[in-house]
């Protein structure tokens, strides 16, 4: 190390990081472990802002991390997509509530504690006009069924993500991206914006044929009560299919109502990060939602996969349909989903998983630090 980068990383070290990942699914959360991992391994202390499942999956990676307890947006999702929209329409108030509270919450943390630089992953409230703040969203374009909406949505959001000092996409920037025009829309916010390469918690393991244990790990996610119907699809037909299936509910261990199961299958309810990455490597085949998350993870894996779109997340339906359109995975509906047929069709899909390039998250975090 020469003397100027013995300088420069004294300069961006030692700080004190809040950070704070939104509610809506555990995606936010978990893609936030590779930032925090990489925060404390430059000397960091990152302090984390939560609820408590958020707190439960963050401590079991980082025991060490001071967490103060902060409610999330707590949006209710309904049973049947087509009226999801009205749901979330009258939810807005709640919303906007919840946008505000984080808000004064801030204030009054920044005003008792000593923080250099703030991280809010898609926490619309949770800026400072005092400190540096990052605003980290995939979703920089909402999708909606009328380009009208999309654009009014669009307004909304920047408006929003103005009020941080700068904007992290966990994407790639160029035509060979993972979330479409989902992350790279027309016009970007006014705030300095980069494209921080995708975020995973997992690392590339080393196994062989042999090594695989399950033909098929289903991993079951996202918000109630579409996360029970989707289970309850799947424990119905997984006696029917002649495979080894590996099914992680998505569920804390203390808030899983016992099931029984099928001969065929090994059920638990949440697995923690290295053991869920050994389970994804000695899977032939993952079935999971299409959240970003999720799909960042499974492709920096090369790991071929059905995605299942949670019913009215338009988001999910988006990636589903782009994923498939690329060859990268086989979207399928939640309410028609056959496992018999998705296996079948999964043994003659031609894959073509993407190389996905060099991460470059530790550099960019140095040149923001560099310019907050």
């Known amino acids: 190390m020469n003397c100027h980068t013995a300088t420069f990383m004294q300069k961006f070290n030692n700080k004190v ?5 939104l509610d809506w699914g555990l995606g936010h959360t978990t893609r936030c472990i590779a930032i925090i991992r990489l925060l404390i391994d430059k000397g960091n202390t990152v302090l984390v802002a939560c609820n408590h499942t958020q707190k439960t999956i963050l401590t079991d990676e980082f025991p060490q991390l001071e967490f103060f307890p902060l409610e999330g947006y707590n949006i209710v999702y309904s049973k049947n997509k087509k009226v999801l929209p009205l749901k979330l329409l009258i939810q807005l108030p709640k919303l906007l509530s919840a946008i505000i509270n984080e808000h004064l919450w801030l204030r009054k943390m920044v005003k008792h504690q000593k923080i250099d630089i703030i991280i809010s992953d898609n926490r619309f409230g949770f800026y400072s006009k005092r400190i540096p703040c990052v605003f ?24 929003f993500i103005n009020r941080f000092a700068a904007c992290w996409v966990p994407d790639f920037e160029g035509t060979q991206n993972i979330a ?5 829309p027309k ?3 006014l705030i300095p914006t980069q494209y ?7 690392t590339p393991l080393s196994v062989n044929n042999e090594s695989t244990t399950y033909d098929c790990c289903i991993i079951i996610s996202g918000p109630e009560p579409q996360r029970s119907l989707l289970e309850k699809i799947l424990l119905a037909q997984l006696p029917h299919v002649d495979k080894r299936f590996l099914l992680v509910r998505g569920v804390l261990h203390h808030q899983a109502p016992a099931i029984i199961s099928p001969t065929n299958t090994t059920i638990v309810p949440h697995l923690k990060g290295q053991a869920l990455n050994q389970a994804i490597h000695q899977s032939a085949m993952i079935i999971t939602r299409s ?7 499974l492709l920096a894996l090369q790991k071929k996969m059905i995605v299942i779109p949670t019913p009215g997340q338009t988001e999910q339906e988006y990636l589903a349909q782009l994923l498939t359109e690329r060859k990268w995975a086989i979207g399928m509906e939640q309410t028609s989903f ?29 040149q923001t630090f560099a310019k907050l």
Not at 17 to 21: I, K
Not at 145 to 159: A, C, D, G, T
Not at 180 to 184: F, K
């Open 180 to 184: 479409g025009t989902l992350s790279h």
């Open 291 to 297: 959240g970003y998350t999720s799909v960042m993870e």
């Open 136 to 159: 980290i969203t995939h979703q920089l374009t909402i999708k909606a069924p009328f380009n009208w909406i999309e654009s009014l949505l669009r307004r909304i959001n920047y408006s």
């Open 187 to 189: 016009r970007l916010p």
């Open 338 to 366: 056959q496992l018999s047929e998705a296996m079948d069709m999964a043994t003659d899909f031609p894959f073509q998983l993407p190389l996905l390039a060099k991460d470059y998250l530790s550099d960019i975090i140095d």
């Open 17 to 21: 990081v809040l950070l704070s990942p």
């Open 196 to 202: 921080i390469g995708p975020l995973t918690r997992f």
